[in-house]
């Protein structure tokens, strides 16, 4: 199951973590302000996302109304501290699943992750993507100009569709490399570069090589 967990508790964050990876077949992601979480839950596909109502920059209420306005279809369990029944209303008018009060045992969290993992939540996310008349085939892994087939290995694959699924925005190196590598990984930064590098080589035989912009000491995008 993939978890994205928004807690600005250090210790509780790690704990939550430390027990997910523990208990099951858990791949989790941890952010610890309202801002990173939104952007994290509408760059990447998560089975749940776990929100904790009090964080800097956007609290998990903040959070869970933006994305729903947005039309963000997963599962959202908000964790707090609040248990009044108006403060219940109000988690879950604003789009959340489901609600679990602290302190909780961690077999309750579980618990509810399974069973939230069993709603049907599948994002539905398109099978053939198009940037500048460059195709992406999401099913077959296909990347294609015309009738000219661009060969890439699964990586490069991923990195490349990752920039395209966010044209526009600049993408940090640390982002990248915790999207494609994983948030473990003790992959070095310069391994991105050198698979963009790579990218832009086979790009290039097709007349694609400048899609894939650099942005100096931060990262990159793919440019509308």
Known sequence: MNI??????????????????KKGDYKVEWVMEGEDAFYYATSTHYDVLILD??????????????????????????????????????????????????????GELLARLRALSRRNY?????????????????????VRLGRAEVQLSPREFQLLDLLVQNKGQVLQREVILERIWGFDSEVALKTIDATVKLIRKKLDIVGKQNLLQSIRGVGYKVEH
């Open 4 to 21: 994205l967990l928004a807690e600005d508790d250090s210790q509780l964050g790690e704990l939550i973590v430390y027990m997910l990876k």
């Open 53 to 106: 109502w009090m964080m800097p920059n956007g609290t998990g209420v903040e959070v869970c109304r933006r994305l729903r306005k947005q039309g963000y279809a997963g599962a959202i369990l908000m964790l707090t501290a609040k248990d009044t029944v108006e403060d219940r209303i109000e988690g879950l008018d604003a789009g959340a699943d489901d609600y679990l009060v602290k302190p909780f045992e961690i």
């Open 122 to 142: 599948a994002p539905i996310f398109e099978e053939e993507i198009e940037i500048d008349g460059l195709v992406l085939n999401r099913m077959s892994h296909e």
